[in-house]
């Protein structure tokens, strides 16, 4: 019978083999997350981040946080940038994870218009074993579908009586606003964005 000897590996090379590991667990990993610098500059995005904000990884390594994803210049009332900034600036303070509410944060895809994006946020900081922040991890969940479906299909319990029916026409009428509103911002990014595009075109074409 042979007896099969198992393999010796040095510590070295089970090291390499840890590293690498954890390393293909994080591109791989269906959870998006983002992985930054203490101040804010982006060291690599998993392939679910990536995917979720149509980037590739080799144009967002070592940007600024909000130079990679400035808000939507477009949109007159977005404070993404605002709203993520306080998020890390309380997650490098207090050195704890916060969960954020709801967000309207717009991306713009690699040639391509502006697109509007509803996201669920979650910050944390990495601590070493010396107490301090060695990285930020940023993990989006992408909410648009869930929360444009909402908004087109939302609809309150049927009247009672005259005073329940008015204040149903009325919460319908604002919506309907809101519904409006959001289109035609979402109308105007796009045409902005084609306009932007077709000038690059040009001025491309003229060189």
């Known amino acids: 019978m042979t007896?099969?000897?198992?393999t010796f590996r040095s510590p070295k090379a089970l090291m390499a083999g840890a590293q690498d590991?954890?390393?293909?667990?994080f591109e791989h990993c269906p959870i998006p997350i983002l992985l930054?610098?203490?101040?804010l500059?982006?060291?690599?995005?998993?392939?679910a981040y990536l995917g979720g904000v149509s980037r590739s990884r080799d144009t967002l390594a070592g940007?600024?946080?909000f130079d990679a994803f400035p808000d939507n210049p477009h949109l007159a009332r977005a404070d993404g940038v605002a709203n993520l900034a306080e998020s890390f600036g309380k997650v490098l303070h207090e050195k704890r994870g916060q969960v954020m509410p709801l967000q309207?944060?717009?991306?713009?895809p690699e040639g391509r218009p502006w697109q509007v994006r509803y996201w669920h946020p979650r910050n944390w900081p990495v601590i070493d074993d010396d107490g301090s922040i060695v990285a930020v991890v940023h993990h989006v969940t992408d909410a648009t579908?869930?929360?444009l479906v909402r908004k087109a299909g939302r609809a309150g319990p049927p009247p009672s009586s005259s005073?329940?029916?008015?204040?149903?026409?009325?919460?319908?009428?604002?919506?309907a606003r809101e519904i409006v509103r959001e289109t035609r911002e979402a109308i105007l990014v796009s045409r902005a964005s084609l306009e932007e595009n077709v000038s690059l075109s040009q001025d491309f074409g003229s060189m």
Do not use: F
């Open 3 to 6: 007896i099969v000897q198992p």
């Open 21 to 25: 590991a954890w390393h293909r667990l």
């Open 36 to 39: 930054l610098t203490p101040d």
């Open 41 to 47: 500059k982006i060291v690599d995005g998993n392939d």
């Open 63 to 65: 940007l600024n946080m």
């Open 104 to 108: 309207r944060y717009d991306i713009q």
């Open 145 to 147: 579908t869930a929360i």
């Open 163 to 175: 005073e329940t029916l008015l204040c149903s026409a009325d919460r319908a009428i604002l919506e």
